[in-house]
């Protein structure tokens, strides 16, 4: 009777078992992105890679959590064609607390097939700006309604095909207006305010969504397992060097690495240091607007410093190097949106070790070439010997040991007296005698 009690409880809990398996299963998911910073083609892969993520793993949504001031228009696009064209539904949730949905942040919030905002946030000023070769200012004023008629027309697309104030958004493009959340809501722009990410789950559930092929989908958050998808550790390291001043300080670094490896060829640490650093910064450069002025005078700077190694010129030539490196990094970013700036304080930072640093190199430079040698027949110069043989004015010395031919430059000396080395011809040394003292 007992074996069978306990038969009856084991199948109790594999019953029980099976069936919290099978409940977990059935568990809808949601995927989380974490989108914060500028819009740019890293960012892009990265929310590509999880709308893919969410298609395969047969998520009920997929939510992106958005903090941008704007990036590329470019990499703006490509996000919003993956949105439109996803097979999941897409939430675009302006969070956390403080954050933004500016510039290309506003075209990826409507462009989603629901548009949230967390508590004491803001979204507008999609004004697009130039960021070409030239700079914003130097954009005719034909090129510019050009590109504003586009950006206005893109964006009544995106509003108008969900539903969205398609008048606020065309001023959000053609006067840069921005409201708050709750402005946001009243006037149509978004769907919902959700103070957290748990709050607007809740909402979701039952949110009937119209996706491209016009088909409806009823939303089933309850319970919904939530699964955070975040950056590969690849994808950080890539969206972190793509920042402006990154790119600064890996020019510099690649800068500094090859004049070391130049100074002192044979190192090769530096010299793979430095190129390594160089391919990194026309990476970062490669997502970045610049001023190909601002990257002439760095290379103007470069090879200031490598001419004050060779030939000293007291620090002018250096001095000249860093004043060249400080106005290129100016320059290099000069005309863009603050968002594609280096920060001064970096830019000064850096022009004072780079500065320190080629000092330091200059300093052991001309140490090096005033030293006297130390080794072979350059180092007898200016050494002392005694005669072993007479001097009249051609004789025998003795040094460390060693019997040389020496001519003494005037007079006579008698063995045993000491002269010093004055100059050296084959294996001949001349020298000369200490006067004597009255």
Excluded: C
């Excluded at 490509?78 to 539904?89: G, M, R, S, T």
């Excluded at 001419?307 to 860093?322: M, R, Y």
């Excluded at 022009?351 to 200059?362: E, K, L, R, T, W």
């Amino acid at each position: 009777m007992l074996r069978i009690i306990r038969i009856l409880l084991l199948l109790g809990f594999l019953t029980i078992a099976a069936t919290a398996v099978m409940a977990q299963a059935d568990a809808p998911k949601i995927d989380v992105l974490q989108a914060k910073g500028t819009i740019n083609p890293v960012l892009a892969n990265y929310i590509e890679r999880g709308i893919d993520h969410a298609e395969e793993d047969n998520a009920v949504a997929l939510i992106i959590q958005l903090d941008t001031p704007g990036g590329l228009d470019t990499a703006m696009r490509d996000i919003i064609q993956k949105i439109v064209n996803a097979e999941v539904p897409i939430v675009v949730y302006v969070s956390p607390s403080g954050a933004r949905a500016a510039s290309a942040g506003v075209f990826i919030t409507m462009a989603a097939h629901v548009a949230a905002m967390s508590s004491n946030t803001a979204i507008g000023a999609a004004h697009p700006v130039a960021i070409g070769a030239e700079g914003e200012a130097q954009m005719s004023e034909e090129m510019a309604e050009k590109v504003i008629n586009d950006a206005a027309a893109y964006i009544r697309s995106i509003a108008e095909a969900h539903g969205r104030n398609v008048e606020w958004a065309e001023k959000a493009v053609r006067e840069s207006v921005s409201v708050t959340e709750q402005e946001a809501l009243e006037l149509n722009i978004i769907d919902t305010v959700a103070p957290d990410l748990g709050n607007l789950i809740a909402q979701l559930d039952g949110w009937q969504v119209t996706m491209l092929d016009d088909s409806v989908v009823t939303l089933n958050t309850e319970g919904a397992e939530i699964n955070h998808v975040k950056m590969r550790a690849t994808e950080k390291f890539l969206y972190a060097i793509s920042d402006p001043n990154i790119a600064v300080v890996l020019l510099s670094l690649a800068m500094l690495g090859i004049m070391v490896e130049i100074f002192n060829p044979g190192l090769i640490f530096p010299g793979v240091f430095g190129g390594i650093s160089a391919f990194l910064a026309a990476y970062s450069l490669g997502f970045l607007p610049i001023n190909y002025a601002g990257l002439a005078l760095i290379g103007l700077a470069a090879g200031l410093f490598i001419a004050e190694i060779f030939t000293p010129g007291f620090g002018l030539l250096a001095g000249g190097g860093t004043t060249a490196f400080v106005f290129g990094a100016l320059i290099l970013f000069s005309g863009r949106p603050a968002l594609f700036q280096p920060d001064i304080e970096v830019i000064v930072g850096i022009a004072v070790g780079v500065g320190s640093a080629i000092a330091f190199i200059i300093y052991h430079a001309l140490r090096a070439h005033r030293r006297q040698p130390t080794t072979g027949r350059e180092e007898l110069t200016g050494k002392k010997a005694v005669v072993k043989t007479t001097l009249e004015p051609e004789g025998t010395i003795l040094h460390q040991g060693e019997l040389w031919t020496a001519v003494l430059d005037k007079g006579r000396a008698e063995p045993g007296e000491e002269v010093t080395i004055t100059k050296f011809d084959g294996l001949k040394l001349y020298v000369t005698k200490k006067p004597k003292r009255r």
